[in-house]
């Protein structure tokens, strides 16, 4: 299986510091997606990577990749209350529309 | 757009009952994903269908299961008969080719 794992299972911080998650997977991939969902809603896409990119940004959010240690890591920058969701790494398999998910970190951000 | 559209919202039905999940794409998106989520076992992919075609149905659990996409605008997820194990929130997505996937708001089963 090339499931991607989450890393830390759950993670609580601060108002205004940075959550950093981790994904590792098993097997060659062209891409990798980060998704989030709050509690009782579906996913929604965050960012996707793809295999020669290294590292990517959007607003708050920095993604990094390394293939060589087939890891992932998502960097949310001064959280926010609202931020507070379960985030979840995808990963495809060479090709392939089918995505794998990992369990998912849950992000609590208190106020 | 309204997004990708799933009904009902919540089902309850008892154990024997055949049960039938709706999606409607996102128009325009030619692969439709259903997905279920439980606590125990994440997020699994049961079945995707490309140009309304299924592509991959090995994450069906058992012949309980059945899945169609008579046309590209809509898509069932049949379990008959449905069991207590079944109990989940099932997804519905839709994609572009090899983009990111749009999901609806689920359909939570509860299987008495």
């Known amino acids: 299986s090339q499931q991607g794992e989450e890393d830390p299972q759950a993670l609580s911080i601060q108002e205004g510091e940075n959550a950093t998650m981790n994904c590792s997977y098993k097997?060659?991939?062209?891409?990798l997606q980060w998704y989030r969902q709050n509690s009782g809603r579906g996913l929604v896409h965050l960012i996707l990577i793809r295999s020669n990119e290294r590292e990517k940004h959007s607003g708050r959010l920095r993604v990094t990749l390394d293939t060589s240690k087939k890891s992932s890591s998502l960097l949310i920058t001064a959280s926010r209350a609202a931020d507070t969701a379960s985030y979840f790494c995808?990963?495809?398999?060479?090709?392939?529309?089918?995505?794998?998910f990992g369990k998912g970190t849950k992000l609590t951000v208190n106020p | 757009d309204a997004g990708v559209i799933q009904s009902p919202r919540h089902e309850v039905t008892e154990m024997g009952q055949e049960v039938t999940l709706r999606c409607k794409p996102i128009s325009g998106h030619n692969s439709l994903f259903w997905y279920r989520q439980t606590m125990m076992r994440g997020l699994e992919l049961l079945i995707y269908?490309?140009?309304?075609?299924?592509?991959?149905d090995s994450g069906m659990p058992e012949d309980r299961f059945s899945a169609k996409m008579p046309n590209a605008s809509f898509s069932t997820l049949k379990i008959q008969p449905s069991e207590p194990r079944d109990s989940a929130v099932y997804f519905c997505a839709s994609s572009s080719p090899v983009d990111e996937q749009f999901f609806g708001p689920g359909t939570r089963l509860t299987v008495l």
């Open positions: 097997t060659s991939i062209n891409n």
């Open positions: 269908f490309n140009n309304n075609v299924p592509i991959d």
């Open positions: 995808a990963t495809d398999k060479g090709g392939s529309e089918k995505l794998v």
